[in-house]
T-cell receptor, first 116, second 115 residues
Framework: GAGVSQSPRYKVAKRGQDVALRCDPISGHVSLFWYQQALGQGPEFLTYFQNEAQLDKSGLPSDRFFAERPEGSVSTLKIQRTQQEDSAVYLC??????????????FGSGTQLSVL | AQSVSQHNHHVILSEAASLELGCNYSYGGTVNLFWYVQYPGQHLQLLLKYFSGDPLVKGIKGFEAEFIKSKFSFNLRKPSVQWSDTAEYFCAVNRMDTGRRALTFGSGTRLQVQP
């Protein structure tokens, strides 16, 4: 596609429910990032993939959060036993390069998760 | 831990006014610096970036930013704003020495330009 695509656009979950958020990066982009953006805050780093390898998961807030990118393209962020504090916009971003730190990130529009 | 501070949370300007948004970071080592913008209803997009060389960098739509290492600052400027500049602006920093590609973002500044 033309840009990074995320689905669903909105997700409402009951506390304790498991959710799965999907990210389709730009075709051919090697690197994929997940960020969490709470209301009124800037994005906070969660995890990073280079192709199918998860090279950095230091930002995942708890073991309830799990991300995968099994074929090096589409990625899924899974949150188990959701809590109210998980309510946020989850952003996915991709870049064509595999190693540069000064590159431009291409962001998706995000998934807004509300946990009731 | 590294932090990025954007002291102006909400700025209201009239068209043609000059703009300066502050950004300070707490880390003393070599950094890459970015400004991202989010227009209403749109995704985050890169406005400009600094990674080396001339500390005054120019971006899209007439924006520029100046890296002042001694002040740990990377302020965003535009001489004359337009109504279409209404958006949220985020400063972001990447530490070069960690080998990590994570960006640390500030909390954002909401700019409202009145016609």
């Amino acid at each position: 596609g033309a840009g990074v695509s995320q689905s669903p656009r909105y997700k409402v979950a009951k506390r304790g429910q498991d959710v799965a958020l999907r990210c389709d990066p730009i075709s051919g982009h090697v690197s994929l990032f997940w960020y969490q953006q709470a209301l009124g805050q800037g994005p906070e780093f969660l995890t990073y993939f280079q192709n199918e390898a998860q090279l950095d998961k230091s930002g995942l807030p708890s073991d309830r959060f799990f991300a995968e990118r099994p074929e090096g393209s589409v990625s899924t962020l899974k949150i188990q036993r959701t809590q109210q504090e998980d309510s946020a916009v989850y952003l996915c971003a991709s870049t064509p390069q595999g190693s540069a730190t000064n590159e431009k990130l291409f962001f998706g529009s995000g998934t807004q998760l509300s946990v009731l | 831990a590294q932090s990025v501070s954007q002291h102006n949370h909400h700025v209201i300007l009239s068209e043609a006014a000059s703009l300066e948004l502050g950004c300070n970071y707490s880390y003393g080592g070599t950094v890459n610096l970015f400004w991202y913008v989010q227009y209403p209803g749109q995704h985050l997009q890169l406005l400009l970036k600094y990674f080396s060389g001339d500390p005054l960098v120019k971006g899209i739509k007439g924006f520029e930013a100046e890296f002042i290492k001694s002040k740990f600052s990377f302020n965003l400027r535009k001489p004359s704003v337009q109504w279409s500049d209404t958006a949220e602006y985020f400063c972001a920093v990447n530490r070069m020495d960690t080998g990590r590609r994570a960006l640390t973002f500030g909390s954002g500044t909401r700019l409202q330009v009145q016609p």
